[in-house]
């Protein structure tokens, strides 16, 4: 069975601080990747997304994200992080099926 | 476009009841798919309907279906509700292989 991974349940960072969130893949076949955020009392939003091409994306509010085929992996980065940043990523991967699979997702506190 | 819209947004029933949640798609969205959101284990996905058909199914058991209509929006149905269907029930539509969250029906079970 297909599954996301994502190793980090809760990471705690000062302003200012770089990001990395793990997120980690098993589906041999042709991906499409997701990072979605939830703040808090608000509804899923879309991050940024990677169908093909460049694997380095940009997002929203100055995420970027890495997708490495070899280590299955698409790791969500940030330089600096904001205490608007403060919110729970998921990490998303959906097959040639329209099939989605989410991991369990990652509670940021960026603390002011 | 108006986003993704569900009602109700907030639910109590006690167990044994049912409940029905409904999503309205963006417009031109014809992908809908369910999921249940519940602390520590995530979003778990229930299934997805395209063109009033199921195209897609999770691991739940049979208490939990659902349906689309002609015009896209749809419906979930839990049957015989247990304490542990307690939750935040998302749907989302997509377009091009991206999903779009509504946000979300909170179903408590007393």
């Known amino acids: 069975a297909q599954s996301v991974s994502q190793h980090n349940h809760h990471v705690i960072l000062s302003e200012a601080a770089s990001l990395e969130l793990g997120c980690n893949y098993s589906y041999g076949g042709t991906v499409n990747l997701f990072w979605y955020v939830q703040y808090p009392g608000q509804h899923l939003q879309l991050l940024l997304k990677?169908?093909?091409?460049?694997?380095l994306v940009k997002g929203i509010k100055g995420f970027e994200a890495e997708f490495i085929k070899s280590k299955f992996s698409f790791n969500l980065r940030k330089p600096s992080v904001q205490w608007s940043d403060t919110a729970e990523y998921f990490c998303?991967?959906?097959?040639?099926?329209?099939?989605?699979?989410f991991g369990s997702g990652t509670k940021l506190n960026v603390k002011p | 476009k108006a986003g993704v819209t569900q009602t109700p947004r907030y639910l109590i029933k006690t167990r044994g009841q049912q409940v029905t949640l409904s999503c309205s798609p963006i417009s031109g969205h014809r992908s809908v798919s369910w999921y249940q959101q519940t602390p520590g284990q995530g979003l778990q996905f229930l299934f997805e309907?395209?063109?009033?058909?199921?195209?897609n199914k999770g691991n739940f058991p049979g208490r939990f279906s659902g349906r689309q209509f002609s015009n896209s929006r749809s419906e979930m149905n839990v049957s015989t509700l247990e304490l542990g269907d307690s939750a935040l029930y998302l749907c989302?539509?997509?377009?091009?292989?991206?999903?779009?969250f509504g946000p979300g029906t909170r179903l408590l079970v007393l």
């Open positions: 990677y169908f093909s091409g460049d694997p």
């Open positions: 309907y395209f063109s009033e058909t199921q195209r």
């Open positions: 989302a539509s997509s377009l091009d292989e991206t999903q779009y």
């Open positions: 998303a991967v959906n097959n040639n099926f329209n099939k989605f699979y």
